[in-house]
């Protein structure tokens, strides 16, 4: 395929949060190749693109409602874009789109039909994760030149989120750092000990007397909060399960260290640029999950190989001497 300038594209993804975050590369060089792009995102993961510049038109979207959607919509799109192996959703695609591009996933061959450019699925961790959903772009003719994540905080945002940290700290406070101690209850083998959290936050505090420390996450990550005020008298806010989605991204992006494992918000991190310590499973290997084009990222992997039955493997491998090593070099030496 090759897009016009003028081409209006539809992007459907319905996918978690970092699996939408991953495509916004695509979705911006998929604008940048055409005139308009549209995206239909899952109505709770929908947030996380707001107020991009490349996404002319955001709305909602799951494999449920396309049925009430096609009642509605006619033929309106030169190119859709179907991320993901619900027939319903690439049935949609075909209904208001001249050209559809999908991977051909096993569950779609009987969906479409002569319309659709089915792309051939490439071999697990074959491939960054951002370049595999750059595969779907770059069969409708348009090239990335900007790899990284892309997420915007607005200023209304930012000045609310500065406000809130003024307020819960007694003082001038400094370095400023958010540890993401837990993932998601169907994801929890890619969690590290939260005891080495906690330890690693002490050593944190004792080296860098200005500093500190938040505890991120949704509401699952409030019971850790006893723990953590018992370790760090004073020196430890518990903004997990206070805030929004876009408000957590607020704050994080006014810290100056993040620590966090593989999940959502680590996403959004490495999209703000913000200096991070990302801690990876041996199932999910951070080569292939890391935000690309940030330089104030390290990346901590689980040193078990992928043979070695990898799903079973337990995050206390990764040490705490590794983890207190990359933060102290990304924080610097102490003013």
């Avoid at 997990?240 to 607020?250: D, H, I, P, Y």
């Avoid at 992006?253 to 620590?259: G, N």
Wanted: proline share 6%.
């Amino acid at each position: 395929m090759r897009l016009a300038t003028d081409a209006s594209v539809l992007a459907v993804i319905v996918a978690r949060i970092g699996d939408t975050m991953l495509a916004t590369p695509a979705l911006r060089a998929l604008r940048r190749a055409s005139g308009r792009l549209a995206v239909l995102a899952h109505p709770k993961r929908r947030e996380v693109l707001q107020h991009l510049d490349f996404i002319d038109e955001l709305g909602s979207i799951t494999k449920d409602s396309t049925w009430l959607r096609r009642l509605f919509h006619r033929r309106r799109y030169d190119a859709a874009i179907c991320y993901g192996r619900d027939p319903e959703l690439l049935e949609f695609c075909v209904r208001v789109a001249a050209r559809v591009v999908a991977f051909d996933y096993p569950e779609l061959r009987g969906a479409g039909g002569p319309t659709v450019l089915r792309v051939p699925v490439p071999e697990d961790s074959s491939m960054h994760a951002v370049r595999e959903r750059l595969l779907l772009a770059e069969a409708a003719g348009a090239r990335a030149d900007d790899l990284r994540l892309a997420y915007r905080v607005t200023p209304q945002e930012r000045r609310e989120a500065m406000a809130w940290i003024g307020r819960s700290l007694a003082g001038k406070a400094g370095p400023l750092i958010g540890l993401q101690a837990l993932s998601f209850a169907t994801k929890a083998h890619r969690d590290w000990p939260v005891d080495r959290f906690v330890a690693l936050a002490c050593k944190i505090t004792q080296a860098y007397p200005r500093s500190h420390l938040f505890v991120l996450g949704d509401a699952s990550a409030r019971p850790l909060a006893p723990t953590f005020a018992a370790a760090l008298p004073g020196r430890c806010t518990i903004a997990a399960g206070q805030f929004s989605l876009r408000q957590s991204a607020a704050l994080m992006q006014q810290l100056d260290l993040y620590v966090g494992v593989d999940t959502g918000p680590t996403h959004i991190a490495g999209a703000l640029g913000v200096p991070m310590v990302a801690l990876y499973h041996a199932a999910y290997a951070g080569r292939y999950l890391m935000p690309l084009d940030h330089p104030r990222c390290v990346v901590i992997e689980h040193p078990l190989t992928l043979s070695e039955g990898r799903h079973a493997a337990n995050m206390d491998a990764i040490t705490l001497d590794q983890v207190w090593e990359a933060a102290r070099k990304l924080l610097g030496e102490p003013v």
